[in-house]
């Protein structure tokens, strides 16, 4: 049974997903609860009941965030799935928009970041990361995902980027 | 010395130099008997060591901002430690002192990036932990010393973001000459000859 250890010794700290999200507003539908809001230089958090069908995410899936940020938001440091050795989650973050460091800058393991707008990726996030925000109207998507189960375990594979190897299509690489 | 001979030798040491020198706590307690601190962007204050009191003058034109030999004002005069390091150079152009608060920053931007002889020196007073502040230049994070000046060259894109309340920044502009530059070299660590 793989793990979110299995995962990042294999493929890196961050895996970038052949799988894009649009910038698209709250779903109001899905929000459970909030978290942070109105308190100065912070960000929203918005819990979805499961993640949007727009986000492209596919099996078993928790935690579907959707994040507002503004000039001055951040994430402190810190290291999520600390407690567990062998984590059945793995997290996956899609920077909206304002993506390019000089806009919000991620960073992970002191090593700075640069995402490409809407694109999904998995991040490694028992390592120290941490992120500040210099521009209003910033947009983040979080899900975690169960790499414990094969469908889904085989669908984030199919993912990868970089993973997809044309059919007789020599030199290739 | 021609300004850009001093400019290769001062490269020469880095881009961020860190020099032999220690402010201690006493200097944040000066600072904080200043009352005039003046807003700034994005929830900073700041006020001026050098020059006018009254105006930060931070869209002043560049030969109001960047001129040589600002004096000494009041506000430096109420911090005999900060005075004291000033002692040291000559040709001072604007120097301040920064507080920043919880998500306050400075954004990525680039200094003196047009032919200025000058150059800056950075001194983190307090709160360079990760957890408190972050600086980061020419896209990596850098770590600093709490009360240790820095040559910094700022014609690279840096900028910092604060995670804690009550930091507080001195920035030094000055003017690159033969002097300023033997009392960089003064200041080097390391550098004891054989």
Known sequence: MASATDIHAKFGNVIALDLYAPLEPLHTDLVESERYTGMLGNKTVYRYSRAPDSWGIQGKHQKAVHVDLNAGSFFSPHRDFFNNMEPKWVRLNCFANHSHPEECTYVIDREIQNFRPGQWVCVNTSVVHYSFCFKDNTVHYIVDIDVSDPTTLDWFLSTIEHCQRPIGVAGYK | ?194
């Open chain 2, 1 to 194: 010395m021609e300004p850009m001979s001093l400019h290769s030798i001062l490269s020469s040491y880095g881009d961020i130099v860190k020099l032999n020198y220690k402010f201690e706590q006493q200097t944040i307690e000066e600072l904080k008997t200043v009352s005039d601190w003046i807003s700034g962007p994005n929830n900073k204050t700041a006020i001026n060591l050098t020059g006018p009191i009254e105006d930060l003058g931070l869209d002043a034109p560049p030969e109001i901002k960047h001129a040589r030999n600002q004096p000494y004002n009041n506000n430096l005069e109420m911090c005999p430690s900060i005075k004291l390091f000033f002692d040291k150079w000559t040709e001072l152009a604007r120097c301040r002192a920064v507080t920043m608060q919880k998500g306050s920053f400075f954004r990525p931007h680039r200094d003196a990036y047009r032919l200025n002889d000058q150059f800056r020196i950075f001194i983190p007073l307090n709160k360079t932990k990760d957890k408190d502040w972050m600086f980061f230049y020419d896209g990596k994070i850098e770590r600093f010393e709490a009360g240790v000046p820095y040559i910094l060259n700022t014609r690279k894109t840096h900028g910092s973001f604060a995670m804690a309340n009550d930091i507080y920044h001195i920035i030094m502009s000055l003017y690159l000459n033969e002097k300023n530059l033997k009392q960089i070299a003064k200041m080097l660590p390391d550098c004891e000859e054989n």
